[in-house]
DNA sequence: AATCAGACTTACAGCGCTGTAAATTTTTCC
DNA sequence: GGAAAAATTTACAGCGCTGTAAGTCTGATT
């Protein structure tokens, strides 16, 4: 920079002035600088910039596994949404360990990033109070959030009760869930079911505690394997409520396996509505929520807090739909 | 850290050598330290270590789109290795467009990252090599690559050969292509379709070009309308080669919605190995790169690049494997 | 012509840290 | 016991940039 200011006769000031077209320079200033620079090839080192700004542009988003497609398409809206608020997007993985969690929320560093959204797996309200810098923070996702934390979700028992009245209410009676964790449920877990059990308690028809078809790891594969043994095992249902569109997507592969159809014998609804849900036959049904909303929130809160707002914790639900496809007509 | 010192009665370089864990601290000096850290509940900012070090430990990973399973699989490997090189990863998205790949290879400011890995979509080789700053950089992917630029890729055309060979071997005699660009081929599309027509003309089949099923975009539904027209033309195929795993998605739906049974009437075989291929019904098999290896070629040349390596462009190839399920037995 | 507001430009300090070289202390060796 | 070697600690400069306050210059006003 200083040779740049040199080249033009001119002061280091001026030269960032040009850069970051400053209101009041005049027009020969701005085209001497900006000869300067061009001659000289500089760009600007963004270190300098940081250190006396103290801003980074930047914005982690945490996670357990950008491969699960629920993630990575949320990663793309937040990263688009982030981009156009001018921040870039640093992943973090947790792998859904707490040790990875802690991380996230403890960095040992600062300075690294403007502000963290983050959505836990397994962390619990306690742990993220406990352990939280006082870094701008929103958390997204089921677990509850500690009060005052920033959080953003939507209403998963409503949606999940949704889902399953969706199914009651074309005439299925036996209706299983799928693909909770079989070990340590999840918020997200246990706030579906906790919908499909209201749903059906509703409707008058008894929880069975065999149509619950537990999964070891969220993935298609686990709920497959959970569906069959469910099915080895002579439990008969007609309906499937499923933890997210994996697990659907497990389930329809489980249950053709068998020669089950779907919809025809045994209606399918999932979650999340990724983009493969829209193209497995039969098509998925599925509780779609508005992740473009979600990402919008998200930043607007975390904007407020990186500007300053230091009240308690806001809490908002965004928009969810039920998307009925073939699988769940 | 200057209080740290103080309340220590060091100088802050002592803090920094404890902070780092530098060989020559003594016992004492290091509980003190730590203890005037705890204390005061420091944690030392990254800014002014990255100015003063001129790295930011950061690496930019740049592609189109997150949400397509190929790219959100390649980045989670690549977030994990690079995460086990003391980096993180910056996403960055281009939408396949030539301004978001143009940033890419020419952003106007340095210093935000040490290093970059991009798999461009569009750009060609002549335009990467004018665009480009002298950051270190790797390309990822088919575009055949600038000579100053390193490079990883699996043998595409070799690839595309290995996979119609195999459905010709099980003695399918029309087979189609599915799921390549209908406007702008990409590289990948053109590479792994002169793989499919070299496989044919070995075996003596002739090319018919019918049989080529162009799709709009990169994505399953654009595959499965494609397909569904060819078969609406009347297009007698008995196996399909699919560009990519979501392309063979799409073919599955188009044929599963005609009553065509696969691999009875036609045999499936997509690329990429997304973990979503070992879940469909049937599940398909595909050409599996070796992400893992790619990851950590493409890391251990760019950290080669970045401790200042500056011969010209090195390209490598990575394995891959024909992974075999039920649509192409 | 003197005054002055406004437009434009600059000098300078300092963001938080670490590399360097030099100073100090401790240990080792005759 | 004293010199040399090794271990530990320190002072200081400066990484590249921008905020601040203090200029200089223009044209307009009285």
Redesign the interface.
């Known amino acids: 920079m200083e040779d740049v200011a040199k080249l033009a006769g001119v002061s280091m000031k001026s030269v960032s002035n040009v850069i970051h077209n400053y209101t009041h320079v005049s027009v020969g200033m701005r085209t001497r600088v900006q000869q300067a620079i061009d001659e000289l090839g500089y ?6 910039r ?2 006396v700004t ?1 801003r ?1 542009g ?1 914005l982690t ?1 945490a996670f357990s ?3 699960l ?1 629920y ?3 949320l ?2 809206v937040v ?2 949404e982030a ?1 156009r608020r001018g921040y ?6 947790t792998d859904g360990t707490l040790e990875g969690e802690r991380a996230v929320v403890s ?6 990033v403007d502000g963290v959204i983050f959505q836990p797996s397994i962390m619990s309200t306690i742990e993220i109070a406990q352990h939280r ?1 006082d870094d701008p923070l929103v958390l997204l996702g089921e677990g509850a959030a500690p009060l005052s934390v920033d959080h953003v979700m939507i209403d998963n028992t409503r949606a999940a009760e949704d889902a399953t009245s969706h199914l009651i209410s074309s005439g299925r009676r036996r209706i299983g869930f799928v693909g909770q964790e079989d070990i340590k449920q999840s918020a997200t877990s246990s706030q579906r079911l906790i919908g499909y059990q209201q749903a059906l308690e509703r409707a008058g028809i008894r929880v069975d505690s065999s149509l619950l078809m537990a999964s070891h790891a969220i ?3 686990d709920a ?1 394997v959970a569906v069959s043994r469910a099915l080895d095992r002579g439990v008969k249902f007609d309906g499937l409520v499923c933890r997210d569109d994996l697990a659907a ?2 389930a ?2 489980a249950l ?2 068998r020669g089950l159809s779907v919809p025809g014998d045994v209606a399918v609804i999932g979650w999340d509505n990724i ?2 849900a ?4 039969p ?1 998925l049904s599925t509780v779609a929520p508005d992740t473009k909303q979600l990402a919008v929130v998200a930043l607007d809160m975390l904007e407020e807090r990186i500007a300053g707002y230091a009240g308690l914790g806001r809490h908002r639900l965004v928009d969810y739909a039920l998307v009925l496809r073939e699988s769940a007509p």
Request: charged share 20%; aromatic share 4%; hydrophobic share 35%.
């Open positions: 760009r600007p080192n963004v270190l300098g940081r250190l103290g980074t930047m988003l596994d950008v491969s497609p993630f990575s398409e990663a793309r990263s688009s981009g870039r997007l640093l992943l973090e993985q960095s040992s560093e600062s300075g690294l810098q993935s298609s594969q497959a997507i497990g329809l592969r053709q396996e983009a493969m829209a193209c497995t036959y098509s």
